[in-house]
């Protein structure tokens, strides 16, 4: 028998981010549900909110350790921005752009990605993805110019990068496939003009403004190929458009799980609409309808968590980069969306007239989850690649 060593240290143990990130959450989550209506009139997250979510690491929960990131696995990540999503769909949107900001620049020029990250982790990144820009080769880099559409979280950004057709004489450059060149241009945000448009249905405090550039000269290591093979090692940074679709798939469980949650404080208020013989929650008809939702999102929940851990199991495995595998994140997205608007619409009609003022979370849900379903991830026109792929592989294995 060993006697116990009075001078051994007990090892403390470490603090896991991921939860800490959780817990932080948590505590900040009365808050951002009592400042819902002030983030929808200003049309963007209030500085100090933008602020605590940086002191929880939003922003630099998948930068990498060596710059003093996180650097959580994918899933982790996912369940961060599904949690602020369950209690704002605004404030998820905008964790979905602070989380895969730092995605877009772990592709940029090593001399740039240091230049963004000199000062610390904790950069907010933020940009759009339409090629409403053009590059022109010069001597010196690229003259760039454009204006560009949906540029969410424009309002706090460190940083913003635009998506531009590269031209060479006025002509642009083909690229794969014949289709134009494309490289994006990233500046630091003072660079950049905002134009106050995002007057919109849902997601109002997105800041989702139109950005843009008049005739600028960008350096060379400032334009780069998001497709380009990764410049960084790990799981996280070999491959970006694959986890695009899933990103919004969590934002759309998220939201329906916010929904539901709301549906049900309703209904415990023992609220009982007008010619209704009993309360809300006493109602089979509630009962049936609730019993229905609740399957709905269930399956939502489980094939999210299946299609996260097929992803993750190939990024681990370095097998990410797949155009199947975003076909396979695609059928997800536009599944998971649609699905999810159909329980935002279930929740909303459930609760009666009471739903229809602006003091409502549910309206508000209900306008969200429909504008995130407008997004190019989750339209149902993808179904199509889902189809011939389906068509493919079982073609394969009739061969």
Not at 179 to 188: E, F, H, N, T
Not at 327 to 347: K, N
Request: some cysteine.
């Amino acid at each position: 028998m060993r006697l116990h060593d009075k001078n051994k240290k007990h090892s403390v143990p470490l603090r896991d981010p991921h939860q800490d990130m959780l817990a932080g959450i948590r505590e900040l989550a009365p808050e951002i549900k009592a400042r819902a209506a002030e983030i929808e009139a200003a049309r963007r997250v209030p500085s100090d909110l933008v602020e605590r979510l940086r002191s929880i690491g939003l922003f630099r929960m998948f930068v990498p350790r060596s710059q003093g990131g996180l650097e959580l696995d994918f899933p982790a990540g996912l369940e961060v921005i599904k949690a602020l999503t369950q209690l704002d769909g605004s404030i998820g949107w905008i964790s979905i752009v602070g989380g895969v900001g730092s995605l877009f620049a772990a592709a940029a020029h090593p001399e740039l990605y240091q230049q963004i990250y000199k000062d610390g982790p904790d950069v907010a990144i933020c940009g759009s993805s339409q090629p409403g820009g053009t590059a022109e080769r010069v001597a010196d880099g690229y003259r760039v110019k454009g204006r560009w559409p949906f540029a969410s979280s424009c309002t706090h950004a460190d940083w913003i990068g635009g998506f531009c057709i590269v031209t060479e004489n006025g002509k642009p450059v083909p690229g794969q496939q014949g289709k134009p060149q494309v490289r994006v241009a990233v500046l630091p945000a003072r660079d950049w003009e905002i134009e106050d448009t995002w007057h919109a249905a849902g997601l109002k405090g997105t800041g989702s403004h139109h950005i843009t550039l008049r005739e600028t000269l960008v350096p060379e290591t400032h334009v780069f190929d998001v497709e380009a093979p990764p410049r960084m090692s790990g799981p996280l940074y070999q491959a970006l458009r694959q986890w695009l679709p899933l990103v919004h798939g969590a934002f759309s469980v998220g939201l329906a799980e916010g929904t539901v949650d709301d549906l049900l404080a309703l209904a415990h208020t023992g609220r009982q609409q007008l010619y209704a013989a009993v309360p809300m929650r006493e109602s089979e008809t509630f009962q049936y309808e609730l019993g229905r939702i609740s399957a709905n999102l269930r399956a939502a929940q489980a094939l999210l968590e299946v299609q996260i851990a097929s992803h993750w199991r190939r990024a681990m495995a370095g097998t990410l980069r797949d155009e199947d595998l975003m076909i396979e994140g695609a059928r997800s997205a536009v599944w998971l969306a649609t699905t999810c608007v159909g329980i935002a619409d279930a929740c909303f009609a459930l609760a009666g007239s009471s739903a229809v003022y602006d003091s409502s979370p549910l309206q508000r849900r209900l306008r969200d989850v429909h504008v995130g379903a407008q997004h190019a991830h989750a339209q149902q026109r993808q179904y199509v690649d889902v189809g011939k792929l389906a068509l493919r592989r079982s073609a394969g294995h009739a061969g």
